[in-house]
């Protein structure tokens, strides 16, 4: 593809992917602060950003992470999936907790980590699941004892999960030293537990010296001793009320009923608790009520919403001026504001208890922010019901986020200040505008992507023009027409032919050649097609299956499967004879260009298997196991090459000197190490998430969840470099056709890298490219997903090195060896500190060094990075042949029509 050229583009539309419904979001909550000389716990540092939970309807769970740095107050892609957590087949997600897994380790101003985290959920049956983050599997499960579970909350301190069971009891499990065990049962009561909340935490009275331990003795109670202590739960019931239950005792301490209609139970859906011990509820009529927990008597009660109120949030307080605001919404797809007011007190010495209150709740604003029923809400940072006396305080000069999602599919994340902060500078996160209320602001609907890992499920064989969609337990294949007429256009234009039927048209473009149902145990997560369309593999997180295409009569596609294949993988496993095999599951495939050789990278052990389906055999066969990606640090010689553990490490780029010297390869004994852990190094829980074929079917690349990437010659069979760790997960990873030799990555704040793996060295060329990237591009609201190259461009006078990159909403051509002026037509040498290498920053403008156009360096780089954006929603992108491009769309249209009406209520003389 180059400048000045038209791209023939199969517009498909046909493909019918489904994506799933959000049901649960969740933020990983803060640590308390401690009770020890402290009578407040202010925090004015900046937060990083926290993990983003989303489980959805089908079962699986995306953890999302931050793009921005430490440093950043504002990214503009928000949060992007960077590991997805493959839920049994058959299965939802209803309830999602976060819990710290050791409290004691992180201080009260930190955000835990990855690993300091224990993820919870619960589908709607009586098992309650316990997620490994690391390894993407179930750790443990637990029964309720109750029957189904329909709601789940931890405590403030993390120490106990209270289940709200079917039978009408509360379970409490014990989550104390990483252990998940029931504790105790609550009394029960004649209704299901819809939803539950925490009552705020006691802290330990400090003041007064324990009467039985002296000296020693009495600073050793005290460390022994917790902080904090849970008095009292409040829940939700199906029966028309809200019960609060006493912790010591297990009793139930009140009952508030709410309102009926024509005789029916209200559901009590949602519910929440203020750090001044007052009670928030959201019931079936649509009604929201505040309650007075020490009394339990209703305080407030609006009719907010027209339809069931199945979610609400607190958002956290940032200053003693600002308060508090609540966040509810639900089936009639509204989401409703709820402010704290002051209130001028009463002279008259007579006024009743209602008109003493110095400040009351109103409702303040609504906005529709989904097309239909919210399902989920979830704020950050995170609000804890701490007393007055420790209420926790965030800074002023960045808004909060607040996240929503419901059944069409998109997670809606909007800036949530409040009026009151605009007395000082409030930065918007998202980017989206200066203004940063939740009444004015703009929000940003993150794109839903078809396969796991914010990849795409759908993949394409060239030569046999097969487009394969995975679902969750099966795929399809289209067979796509090659076109009659070349498509007519513009210079700098693609022009596009939708190949979508016309009614009655005989010839629609496509045809569908296969249907295939699999039995799975969990989700699918990875497939692939080769490019001659003779091989399909897919595989779940625990098994692999591998089909051999055959062609009928009446061409429709005939799978026949290996049944050998997982035998086969399970053979180059260490210690195979063993009873305790690993999964053969897998995270990603690909082919090679040649369709001779399969590369996969099992799911849960992290190795690399190059696999040869062309031995003349009648079964393929393994012709090597790597393990670079299962190594917790990479030894080259006296340098360790760490991956990033959590995504506020990030690890600068060494010098170019130090690069090469990095990149050397390394060598069988040095690279592999055996499953005991010698030589001092141990095994990591990684998931490669990424891999990518040279054209020549020479290099391989492939990228894992913490950054690291590893190129391996496929012709000697051989590791041959790993790169530096770069700062933000890689999406896109593809070498270029023109130059096989040429890697091209792309993160997930939409910035490249260029590097050149014969060579084991970043490219001159490309360094001023790369650092200066119009924000027109960096800026873009959807990450990057993909990149793709024409395979044989047109000859106009010289080769050029043009790649089309593509997000969920734009295309951008980009020519990688643009000239950027500004330099002389030199390399300008810089000085390097120490072993450090930064790149270097856009030179300044100089002037008569303009092009004949009028603009510097900055307009000559918006001019190379061509955006269109008038195909939406994109879930793949890739050429088909020379000048011949695919682009696969699902409209929302199309998607939100398989789904039941949306709540709509009419009203009476309404046009």
Not at 544 to 572: H, M, V, W, Y
């Amino acid at each position: 593809m180059v400048e000045g050229t038209t791209l023939s583009v199969h517009r498909c539309r046909f493909v019918d992917y489904q994506p799933s419904a959000v049901t649960a979001l969740a933020f990983p909550p803060l640590p308390l602060p401690s009770v020890k000389g402290k009578k407040k716990a202010a925090s004015r540092k900046r937060l990083r950003f926290g993990t983003l939970a989303i489980g959805r309807a089908n079962g699986n769970i995306e953890l999302c992470e931050w793009t921005g740095h430490e440093h950043q107050s504002s990214a503009p892609q928000a949060w992007v999936v960077k590991k997805t957590l493959s839920g049994p087949y058959m299965s939802k997600v209803d309830s999602l907790a976060f819990t710290i897994k050791y409290p004691d380790q992180i201080a009260a101003d930190e955000v835990p980590s990855w690993s300091n985290l224990r993820l919870f959920s619960a589908g709607g049956g009586s098992e309650l699941a316990e997620w490994d983050i690391e390894r993407g599997t179930i750790r443990r499960t637990i029964s309720s004892q109750g029957g189904s579970i329909w709601s789940a909350s931890a405590n403030p301190a993390s120490t106990l999960l209270a289940l709200g069971c079917e039978d009408g009891s509360v379970r409490i499990l014990s989550l104390e030293y990483d252990t998940l065990t029931h504790l105790r049962r609550l009394d029960r009561v004649k209704s299901r537990i819809l939803s539950l909340a925490w009552g705020p935490p006691v802290p330990r009275d400090t003041s007064k010296p324990s009467s039985t331990s002296h000296g020693n003795d009495e600073e050793s109670s005290d460390e022994e001793e917790d902080d904090w202590t849970d008095s009292w739960l409040v829940a939700g019931c199906s029966d028309s009320s809200l019960r609060k239950w006493d912790i010591a005792s297990g009793r139930v301490l009140d009952r508030m009923g709410t309102d009926k209609q024509r005789g029916e139970r209200t559901l009590v859906w949602t519910v929440g608790v203020l750090g001044d011990g007052m009670i928030v509820s959201g019931d079936s009529l649509g009604t929201v009520k505040f309650w007075d927990s020490r009394t339990c008597t209703q305080i407030q009660s609006f009719q907010a919403h027209n339809a069931d109120v199945l979610c609400l949030t607190i958002s956290p307080v940032r200053s003693q001026h600002e308060g508090t605001a609540i966040y509810t919404s639900g089936v009639d797809q509204k989401v409703v504001q709820f402010t704290l007011v002051k209130t001028s007190q009463s002279s008259n010495a007579q006024s009743s208890l209602l008109s003493r209150a110095t400040s009351r709740w109103v409702q303040s604003t609504s906005r529709r922010l989904h097309s239909h029923d919210v399902r989920a809400l979830a704020i950050w940072p995170p609000y804890t019901p701490l007393p007055p006396s420790h209420k926790r305080q965030f800074p002023l000069d960045v808004a909060p986020l607040l996240a929503s999602g419901g059944l069409d599919m998109n997670v809606v994340i909007a800036p949530a200040a409040l009026p009151a902060s605009t007395m000082t500078k409030v930065v918007n996160p998202l980017g989206t505008s200066t203004i940063s209320t939740f009444e004015d602001a703009y929000h940003r609907r993150l794109a839903y992507s078809s396969g796991s890992f914010n990849g795409s499920a759908l993949h394409l064989a060239k030569g046999a023009r097969l487009l394969l969609c995975m679902r969750d337990s099966g795929i399809s294949i289209w067979k796509i027409s090659r076109k009659q007429k070349p498509s007519l256009g513009v210079e700098d234009m693609i022009t596009t032919e939708d190949p979508t039927p016309q009614s009655g048209a005989p010839d629609r473009g496509w045809d569908r050649v296969l249907d295939m149902a699999l039995n799975v145990t969990s989700n699918l997560v990875a497939s692939a097609i080769s490019d001659d369309g003779k091989w399909v593999t897919v595989s779940d997180w625990y098994e692999t299956k591998l089909f051999c295409l055959e062609q009928l009569a009446n061409g429709d596609l005939k799978p026949k499967r290996i049944r050998d294949f997982t035998a086969i993988i399970q053979s180059s496993f260490p210690n195979a004879k063993s009873n305790q095999l690993p999964s053969t599951g897998a995270s990603s495939f690909i082919f090679t260009p040649d369709s001779t050789k399969l590369v996969m990278a099992t799911a849960m052990s992290g190795y690399i298997l190059v696999i040869d389906l062309n031995t003349g055999e009648p079964k393929p066969r393994v012709l090597r196991r790597f393990e670079q990606h299962r190594m917790q640090n990479i030894v080259i010689g006296n340098r360790v090459v760490k991956g990033r553990k959590g995504p506020d490490q990030d690890v600068e780029m060494q010098d170019a000197d130090v690069e090469e010297k990095v990149a050397e390869g390394v060598s069988d004994n040095e690279s592999e190490v055996s499953d005991d852990g010698e030589n001092g190094n141990k095994q990591a829980s990684v998931t490669v998430t990424r891999m990518a074929v040279s054209p020549d079917g020479q290099w391989l690349a492939t990228s894992d969840d913490r950054s690291r990437t590893h190129v391996f010659n496929l012709d000697s069979i051989q590791h041959h470099c790993v790169l530096p760790t770069f700062p933000q997960p890689i999406h896109a990873l593809s070498f270029e056709p023109s130059s096989p030799s040429t890697l091209i990555l792309a993160l997930a704040n939409n910035t490249l890298q260029i590097y050149d793996v014969e060579s084991r060295q970043f490219p001159t060329w490309s360094r001023h490219l790369l650092s200066a990237l119009p924000p027109r591009f960096t800026q873009l609201h959807d990450p990057v997903l993909g990149v793709t190259f024409d395979p044989e461009p047109p000859a106009t006078g010289g080769t050029k090195k043009m790649a089309l990159f593509w997000g969920a909403t734009w295309l951008c051509k980009v020519q990688l060896d643009a000239a950027v002026w500004g330099y002389g037509g030199f390399d300008k040498k810089r000085r390097r500190d120490g072993k450090k290498y930064y790149l270097p920053p856009p030179p300044p403008q100089i002037h008569g060094s303009e092009d004949s156009r009028g603009g510097g360096q900055q307009e000559r780089q918006t001019r190379n990075f061509k955006l269109i954006t008038h195909y939406r929603p994109i879930l793949f992108v890739d050429f088909i042949a020379a000048g011949e491009l695919v682009i696969v769309e699902r409209p929302l249209v199309d998607v939100l029509s398989k789904l039941p009406p949306a709540f709509f209520k009419p009203k009476y003389g309404a046009s």
